[in-house]
C-alpha cells in the first residue's frame, strides 16, 4: 500500500509539474493580454546635433496569464529621426526597416529596452522637439507605444580652435570645442553675447589677449547625472581657462565660468605694475573642482565679481597687487570636506617667493561653511618679502584683527552670529545644487558685495 502511495503521488506531482510547464509555455492571442511599461514615454536631455546622447532605458512588463508574443516592435518614422533602440538585445536596424520581429514575453516576464538619440542637423537656432513613437504590435492585434522625444540644437562643432591672429567670435548658435582652445601670443579674441561649451578636459589656454563680453563659458554635457541633477550643476566637467606668462590686458565683462576644474589661473610671470594681467567685471565663477581664480605675480582688478563653490580656493593670489571692490566669495562647496579658503592670499607658494604688492579689498563678503574661510599667509621667518594687504567696509568670516590701519570698518563674522554663512543669501540648496547669492532681506551684509 504504502509503495501504491508513492506512485500515485509522485505521478500526480509529475502531471501538476508538466501541466506547470505546459501553463509557462501558453500563449494568447486574447485582446485583454497587453502588455504593461515602466514609463508611457522616455524624455530625453536636450543634445546637440550630430552628437550621440547618454543611454535611456525603460521595462515592458507581461503581467497576464498566459505568454504574449510581438509579431513586431518598431520605429513609427523608422529611420528618420535619428533614436536608435535594442529591445531586450535585439537592436533595430535602421538599415532594415527599425523593426524588430518575433519577440515573446512569457507570463510574468519583463523585456528591457534600451533608446538612444543622434539628431541630424535641424538649421535652427533654438532647440528643436524630435519626437517619435516605438510602437509594440502585439499578435493579437493590439498595438501599444511609447513616445520617445528628445530636444535637439545645432551648434557649431569644433575639434580644436586656434586663434592665431586679431578675430571676433560672436554667435547664436552654440560653440562646441572638444579638444581646446588656444589665443596664440600676439593675437586678440574677442568674444561677445555667445555660449561656448566645452567638452571634458578641454580647456583654453591664453598666450596672447583675451575680451569676453556676456560670454558663458561651460562644459558641454546638457544631460542630467540623475533626474533632479543636470551635469552643468556638477563641477570638473571641463578644464577651464588659463592665461600664460605672455598674457596681459585680459579683460571679462559679465561673463561666466561655471563647473570647470580650475575657473581662471593666471600663470607666474615677470610682475608689472604698468600692465594688468586680468580685469574683470560683473562676472561670477561658481562651481569649480579646483579653485576659482589663482593667481601668481599678477595684477588683478575685480570689481562687483561672485566667486563660489570651489573644492580648492574661491580665490587665491600669490604675490602681485589684486584690487577687489564689491565683490562675494561665498565658500559653499558641498561634495567634500577640506575645502579650500575661500580667499587666500600669500607671498611665497611652495618654495617659491612671490612679493605681495598690495592686496585691497573693500564693501565686499567673504564668507562660508568652516570657522575661518580667509588665508593670509607669510613664509615662516622671511620679513623681507612683501606682505601688504588692506580691507574696509567688509565683512569677513575670520577672527577679528586688532589691526586698525590696514583695516577699516570691518564686520567680523563667527559661527555664533544669528545671521551668518549661507543665512546672507537667498537659497543655498546642497541637495539639488542650487544656489542663488543675492542678499537675503534679513542679511547683516546689505550694502556689501556684488548683488
Known amino acids: 500500500m504504502k509503495l501504491l502511495t508513492s506512485i500515485v503521488t509522485s505521478c500526480a506531482l509529475f502531471a501538476g509539474l508538466v501541466l506547470s510547464c505546459a501553463d509557462d509555455d501558453a500563449f494568447t492571442t486574447s485582446t485583454t493580454a497587453t502588455l504593461s511599461f515602466s514609463t508611457d514615454s522616455v524624455k530625453m536631455d536636450t543634445v546637440f546635433s550630430t552628437v550621440g546622447s547618454r543611454t535611456y532605458d525603460f521595462w515592458v512588463y507581461n503581467h497576464s496569464s498566459r505568454g504574449v508574443r510581438l509579431q513586431s516592435v518598431r520605429l513609427r ?39 538612444e538619440f543622434t539628431a541630424p542637423r535641424n538649421e535652427q537656432l533654438t532647440p528643436q522637439m524630435v519626437q517619435d513613437e516605438l510602437v509594440f504590435q502585439l499578435e493579437s492585434g493590439v498595438q501599444q507605444q511609447v513616445v520617445l522625444r528628445a530636444f535637439a540644437w545645432d551648434a557649431l562643432m569644433y575639434d580644436s580652435l586656434v586663434i592665431s591672429r586679431d578675430a571676433t567670435i560672436e554667435s547664436r548658435q552654440p560653440i562646441v570645442i572638444n579638444k581646446g582652445l588656444r589665443v596664440d601670443s600676439g593675437a ?44 552643468d550643476r556638477v563641477s570638473g566637467q571641463w578644464r577651464g581657462l588659463r592665461f600664460m606668462s605672455s598674457s596681459y590686458e585680459n579683460q571679462l565683462i559679465a561673463t561666466e565660468i561655471r563647473n570647470a576644474e580650475d575657473g581662471i589661473v593666471c600663470d607666474s610671470t615677470a610682475f608689472r605694475s604698468d600692465r594688468q594681467r586680468l580685469y574683470m567685471e560683473r562676472c561670477v565663477v561658481h562651481n569649480c573642482a579646483g579653485s576659482g581664480l589663482t593667481a601668481f605675480n599678477s595684477w588683478v582688478g575685480l570689481l562687483r565679481c561672485l566667486f563660489s563653490n570651489a573644492q580648492g580656493d574661491c580665490v587665491a593670489f600669490y604675490g602681485g597687487a589684486a584690487v577687489m571692490d564689491s565683490c562675494t566669495l561665498a565658500q559653499f562647496y558641498p561634495f567634500v570636506g577640506g575645502r579650500g579658503a575661500a580667499l587666500r592670499f600669500a607671498n611665497f607658494h611652495g618654495e617659491y617667493t612671490y612679493p605681495l604688492h598690495a592686496m585691497s579689498m573693500k564693501n565686499s563678503i567673504v564668507t562660508g561653511y568652516e570657522d575661518d574661510v580667509v588665508m593670509g599667509e607669510t613664509m615662516e621667518g622671511d620679513s623681507v618679502t612683501a606682505f601688504a594687504y588692506y580691507f574696509e567696509n567688509t565683512l569677513l568670516r575670520t577672527p577679528a584683527l586688532e589691526d586698525t590701519i590696514n583695516c577699516k570698518n570691518m564686520m567680523w563674522e563667527t559661527p555664533d552670529d544669528s545671521i551668518q554663512g549661507k543665512k546672507h543669501f537667498l537659497l543655498i540648496d546642497e541637495q539639488n545644487l542650487i544656489y542663488d547669492f543675492h542678499l537675503d532681506s534679513l542679511s547683516t551684509a546689505h550694502g556689501k558685495g556684488c548683488f
Not at 208 to 216: F, I, K, P, Q
Request: hydrophobic content about 35%; cysteine-free; aromatic content about 10%.
Open 188 to 231: 586678440t579674441l574677442t568674444m561677445r553675447n555667445t555660449t561656448l561649451y566645452f567638452h571634458n578636459k578641454a580647456g583654453a589656454d591664453i598666450y596672447g589677449r583675451l575680451l569676453a563680453d556676456s560670454v558663458v563659458l561651460r562644459g558641454d554635457r546638457l544631460d542630467h547625472m540623475f533626474d533632479y541633477l543636470p551635469y
Open 77 to 115: 518614422q523608422g529611420n528618420q529621426t535619428g533614436f536608435r533602440v535594442n529591445v531586450d538585445g535585439s537592436y533595430l536596424d535602421n538599415e532594415l526597416g527599425s523593426v524588430v520581429n518575433g519577440l515573446e514575453v512569457r507570463k510574468g516576464d519583463s523585456l528591457r529596452v534600451f533608446v
